[in-house]
């Protein structure tokens, strides 16, 4: 069984990448997004010049008018962590209670601390909830190169019915049925990819660039445990994986905007030159109240949020790790 008619929420990178893929695997697919300008130009077949140019795309039917999303069979929910609260409130009589949702944003609600799951089970109780992550880089996607990722859906059967409907060749889905350990995967990678980016621009070399990547996979795998996940679940695409991808290349907006400060740019002279989402900025925080919250501990992170909440300087950030006392490489 698949999906007919597939919804998706946000017109983005991301949303728009999600859509094409559906689209290829021979789904029905209505975008909805924020911008008219976005909805027009997807819809008259000139693609997304505002947030993935230079990728040619076929018509995708695009609305900025939430109602017409109440016949799609399942919604991929691809609006950035901090507005997807407001834009689920909207669906609330719009859309059947029960409507299977996959969660494609990777952050935490700030202020709220809340994942994803929370945010919708608190605005769309009797939502069939699932969560897609992992290493998928949107324009990528859109590109039709080949790429996989974790679809956690505690429903076996649903899970199967996702993977049915999205899945072909070029975007493979793998079934987990841990929810909290995709979604932590995705938001704590996003703070390490500020981190490794910030190495790089300092200049500290690719030794300290592998060595974060581990120590901060590390941080990932304590604040999951702690909160649920299996530690299975974060070795695989959506932990291990989309932690390499994004810190390894500057074509992740997180690791760009880590780059960026540590080339001694500020965090505001960053954000203010881009569109694009930066989602691990608005998440750190949230990481590091989660951490305090479950008592785990994540200097990386930590210094991450210091750095862009504490006006702690970049030459203090690398003290405060390297200063650090010795200790057993394996503790949970
Ligand atoms: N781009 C990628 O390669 C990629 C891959 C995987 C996951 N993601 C995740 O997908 C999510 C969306 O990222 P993206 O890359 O599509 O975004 P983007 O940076 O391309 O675009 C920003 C999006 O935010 C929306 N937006 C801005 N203000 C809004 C508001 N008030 N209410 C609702 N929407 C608003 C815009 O309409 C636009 O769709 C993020 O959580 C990101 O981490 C992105
Ligand atoms: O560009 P980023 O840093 O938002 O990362 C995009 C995706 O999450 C990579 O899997």
């Not at 991301?14 to 859509?19: D, E, H, I, Y």
């Not at 909440?309 to 950030?317: C, G, L, T």
């Amino acid at each position: 069984m698949t999906f007919q008619k597939i919804g998706v929420l946000g017109g983005g990178a991301w949303g728009t990448a999600l859509a094409y893929t559906a689209h290829a695997a021979g789904r029905n697919v209505k975008l909805w997004a924020l911008e008219s300008s976005v909805a027009e130009a997807l819809s008259a077949g000139r693609g997304n010049p505002d947030f993935l140019p230079d990728v040619p795309l076929p018509k995708i039917d695009a609305t900025n008018d939430l109602a017409e999303m109440a016949d799609c069979d399942a919604l991929l929910a691809v609006v950035p962590a901090q507005f997807a609260r407001g834009v689920f409130e909207k669906l609330q009589d719009v859309i059947p209670a029960d409507m299977p949702i996959a969660l494609c944003a990777k952050g935490v609600e700030r202020g709220s601390l809340k994942l994803m799951t929370d945010v919708v089970k608190e605005t769309l109780p009797k939502a069939r909830v699932a969560v897609l992550s992992g290493p998928s880089f949107a324009k990528d996607v859109a590109l039709g190169l080949p790429t996989a990722v974790t679809l956690a859906c505690p429903d076996r059967d649903m899970g199967e019915v996702w993977m049915q409907s999205i899945g072909r060749p070029e975007f493979r889905p793998y079934w987990s049925d841990d929810l909290i350990g995709a979604e932590i995967g995705g938001a704590v990678k996003n703070v390490l990819a500020i981190a490794t980016g910030a190495v790089e621009g300092l200049g500290l070399g690719r030794s300290a660039h592998a060595a974060l990547i581990s120590r901060g996979y590390a941080e990932m795998v304590r604040l999951g445990v702690a909160m649920g996940a299996k530690a299975d679940t974060l070795s695989g695409l959506c932990g291990l994986g989309d932690l390499v991808l994004t810190c390894s290349s500057s074509q992740s907006r997180n690791m760009s905007f880590g780059k960026a400060l540590g080339e001694g740019k500020s965090p505001e002279e960053i954000l203010s030159s881009r569109k694009a989402v930066t989602e691990g900025v608005a998440t750190a925080p949230g990481i590091v109240s989660l951490a305090e919250q479950y008592d785990v501990r994540m200097p990386v992170c930590r210094t991450v949020n210091a750095v862009l909440n504490e006006s702690m300087s970049m030459d203090e950030a690398i003290s405060v790790l390297l200063d650090r006392p010795f200790k057993a490489e394996i503790m949970r």
